[in-house]
């Protein structure tokens, strides 16, 4: 089961076959729930979201078509979610638990630890300062190591708007974050 | 300076390993000259850094059991859902159903009237037809059947027994 392809662990799946669902939930639970926390930073809210993509896969298991390969398919799902969630956050005003436990955590670290930990929090807070687009890019294609015509595929957009997009992300970045 | 923007959108993908190898050489060998694309390269080195130190975040452990959690919870809900609204529907349906039953009750009496009074009508229309149906041999000693007693009521006025008239004033006169 382990060695076997998303898309044939799926069609296992829509044939009844709940283990096949459970190896899908286990190779995809990592990446996305990293995803969604880099995006949201906030690590329950973004467990919530996962759940709910696989939950609606299980009740519905033909809802994903075969028409692109599951991992573009299950991003691309992931990022809509989050992209939700940012505009009802904005909608209700509400802030992010994950910024305001590493400012607590901050203060009671030792010496070692708290360069470390004011190098997360200034990172997690100057990626939430670049706009959305180019937040999802980068995030998707440093830490995740996508291909741009993954994330091409992923986002819908052109390669060459995906290469722009990691550009800006990364001036932006630098003229947040590094003092000349 | 035509040189240097062209390099500098290239330095992304020569720090991220890339490029191929003749344009790596063209990166390199421009950084070897200019200064500020030197600089830019080290900025974003140290960036990169930075996102580093923002490390893997684990999945909380028991995710899977929470999903299977989740999902006989919301089982459960529907089954309660799915049992209101039939036990809602039922209390609608003989209610409905009631209803119907008196109105087809209505229906069959209005029709078995109807169907008697036309019946009735269709009966006393012409009595020719009915002494016709019914042949009365006077002759015969036999015991007056209640058709026949009928029959004789509305069959030819020389048959019928003579009954002899009460005059009303001479009742009053001769009481």
Not at chain 1, 110 to 129: D, G, H, M
Not at chain 2, 50 to 59: A, C, R
Request: aromatic fraction near 8%.
């Amino acid at each position: 089961m382990k060695s076997l392809p998303d898309e044939k662990l799926l069609s296992l799946f829509q044939a009844g076959n709940v283990d096949a669902f459970e190896e899908i939930y286990h190779r995809y639970s990592g990446p996305l729930v990293n995803f969604m926390v880099r995006m949201l930073n906030d690590q329950q809210r973004a467990e919530d979201i996962f759940q709910d993509i696989f939950i609606k896969l299980l009740e519905q298991p033909n809802i994903y078509q075969n028409r692109a390969r599951f991992k573009i398919w299950v991003y691309r799902v992931a990022v809509n979610r989050c992209l939700n969630e940012i505009r009802n956050r904005k909608k209700r005003n509400v802030k992010p638990q994950q910024v305001t436990e590493a400012l607590q955590m901050n203060q009671k670290a030792s010496n070692s630890q708290f360069s470390q930990i004011e190098l997360k929090i200034e990172i997690q807070q100057a990626v939430k300062l670049i706009p959305f687009e180019q937040q999802t890019v980068l995030i998707l294609k440093y830490y995740h190591k996508l291909t741009y015509p993954e994330i091409s595929q992923i986002i819908k957009c052109p390669v060459g708007t995906i290469k722009s997009r990691m550009h800006y992300a990364i001036q932006n970045l630098r003229e947040l974050l590094i003092q000349e | 300076m035509k040189n240097c923007e062209i390099i500098q959108k290239l330095l992304i993908p020569f720090t991220l390993n890339e490029l191929n190898e003749a344009e790596t050489k063209v990166v390199k060998e421009h950084l070897e000259t200019c200064l500020d694309c030197s600089r830019i390269l080290s900025q974003q080195q140290q960036l990169f850094k930075q996102l580093d130190s923002w490390g893997d975040i684990e999945p909380s452990i028991d995710l899977y059991n929470q999903l299977k959690r989740k999902v006989e919870l919301k089982k459960k809900h529907l089954i309660q859902k799915i049992l209101v609204q039939f036990i809602a529907l039922k209390h609608y349906m003989t209610v409905r159903r009631t209803i119907l039953g008196i109105a087809l009750i209505g229906l069959i009496c209005l029709f078995t009237y109807t169907f008697d009074v036309i019946h009735r009508e269709a009966n006393f229309e012409s009595p020719d037809d009915l002494s016709k149906i019914a042949v009365i041999d006077t002759n015969k000693n036999t015991m007056p059947t209640l058709i026949d007693s009928i029959l004789s009521f509305s069959s030819a006025p020389a048959k019928q027994t003579k009954v002899t008239p009460i005059s009303v004033t001479s009742s009053i006169e001769n009481p």
